[in-house]
């Protein structure tokens, strides 16, 4: 479809969006100019339009609620992939900001709701490639800017331990349907926790990769330098076995270095992590929101750890205090300017964009910015005023300051190979109700980010781990590990749990059947 040429009206229009005060003679002038130069627009969509992707005939299912635990599928499927390979015989849940092609992807929002992707994410191609099943697209938060589990415009995502509280977010769907026992596995999402925060508070598995070891492209992009996708499972040993088959580069993402080779992930886990050195962070724990039981949850499984032959220590991190109001900066204007205003993708980069989302999401959002949720509200208003009066000024402050982050976490981890704190200050908090005011709304989204969103400033890899429970709800640990060294806190995470016998599973059950 040509680009029409724009009249006098349509140029001052976009002579107005940069300040340009141009009488119409000039824009008489500059007319013949434009048109000529959007001839190459006509031809870079001609060119396109030859090589363009045709998304396969994938059959789908949209459930109905008696179908649908804990109000966690956005659609389900059943997509096979090779005979054989070690995800054989496995089913996955793929978290709905991910492209499976040719079955609907919403992102949890009405302003991506309707689109359709024409090729697979990586992970997908890899994890069909090997052996897996796609059960479904897992309900996810709107746009993914919440750590609970009640923005997704489909309806709240409930805990399997207990319907009424929140499954974490924003990978919500993927949680409740792995700690249900629904799927085998599931992929998340982590841009401030998003992995790790469902994983603690419905009690599972949930790794966050180093900063690009797992390829985010095919993916909805928050913000390129804390995009992260990672495995959700409920054992240590399923974990590593997904990250055995997602890590690696695609050569079309830029997030991933150069060199990249990933570890066997698997095969590291029958190494003894006896002897390993393991700083216990002092200011993960006693946030103003921290619940005594979750701290004293996490110090108790690190008793276990040493009893399992590791060394534990105390160690002060004091840049950790500062990490949450770095990512504030970064996650708020780099969400404004690259997920809302870059239409996802932003610009600027090397690598495979998605040029059918980027139209479909940019002229819906435009329609009708309202279907916005209260998060990403709240991000626009914060995130747009510091870039209209400051520039841009502190999101660049920031990102320098993340390199001195980075440094401390390199310092503690050149003594200590990984670190450990509570993922989570507390446990899974109530649902708010449908006509809770944003007062309630945007706090329930974002309480509970403070120890998880560092590391997606840092990069570093994070695996969470049940470490327990404290009335009655799970309690996430978070190991942290060195860039690169994803197989050191698996190690760690696996050692824990051979130890205490494996991890609970709820006992909750939906329509008489077992979850």
Known sequence: MAVPP????????????????????????FQPFVHGLLASWDAVEELYDQSAPTPPDRKWNRPEP?????????????????????????????????????????????????????????????????GATIAGKAVCEDLCFSGGSHTSRTGPVRNPWDETR?????????????????????????????????????????????????????????????DHLGPMTRTVADAALVLNVIAGPDGLDPR????????????????????????????????ANSDPGVDDTVRAAAVSLRDAGLTVE?????WHLHGARIWD??????????????????????????????????????????????TVKFVLLTGGYGLTTQ?????????????????????????????????LPLTASTIPADDAPREEVI???????????VTDVTGHPATSVPAGLSDGMPVGMMIIGRHFEDATPLRVAHTFEQAVGGFPAPAATISGSQA
């Not at 095969?267 to 724990?285: D, H, K, M, N, W």
Request: with cysteine; glycine share 12%.
């Open 6 to 29: 724009p009249d006098r009206d349509a140029l001052a229009a976009a002579a107005a969006r940069y300040g340009l005060n141009l009488p119409p003679d000039d824009l008489d002038s």
């Open 66 to 130: 008696d179908e649908n635990p804990y109000n966690a599928w956005y659609v389900t499927t059943e997509i096979t992939g090779a005979d054989d390979g070690p995800l054989a015989g496995r089913t996955v849940a793929v978290k709905d900001n991910t492209a499976v092609a040719g079955v609907p992807m919403m992102n949890g929002s009405m302003t991506v709701e309707g689109f359709v992707p024409t090729r697979d994410a990586t992970i997908v191609t890899r994890l069909l490639a090997a």
């Open 166 to 226: 929140s499954a974490g977010g924003s990978s919500s769907g993927s949680a409740a349907l792995v700690a249900g026992g629904r799927v085998d596995v599931a992929t998340g999402g982590d841009q401030g926790g998003s992995v790790r925060i469902p994983a603690a508070y419905s009690g599972i598995v949930g790794h966050k990769p180093t900063f690009g070891l797992v390829p985010y492209t095919g993916a909805f992009p928050i913000e390129q330098t804390i």
């Open 256 to 287: 991933q270095p150069a060199g990249l080779v990933p570890d066997d992930y698997v095969g590291a886990l029958s190494q003894s992590a006896a002897g390993l050195r393991v700083g216990i962070v002092t200011e993960g724990f006693g946030h």
């Open 314 to 318: 105390d160690v002060s991190l004091p």
């Open 329 to 374: 900066v970064i996650a708020t204007e780099g969400a404004a300017a690259q997920m809302v205003e870059g239409n996802g993708y932003g610009m600027n980069w090397h690598g495979e964009y998605d040029p059918e989302l980027v139209a479909h999401y940019g002229k819906q959002w435009r329609a009708n910015p309202d279907e916005f949720s209260e």
């Open 391 to 423: 520039h841009g000024r502190h999101y660049a402050m920031a990102r320098n300051l993340a390199l001195q982050l980075r440094k401390a976490y390199d310092e503690a981890l050149d003594r200590y190979d990984v670190l450990v704190m509570p993922t």
């Open 443 to 453: 706090p329930r989204a974002l309480e509970m980010i403070a120890n998880t969103c």
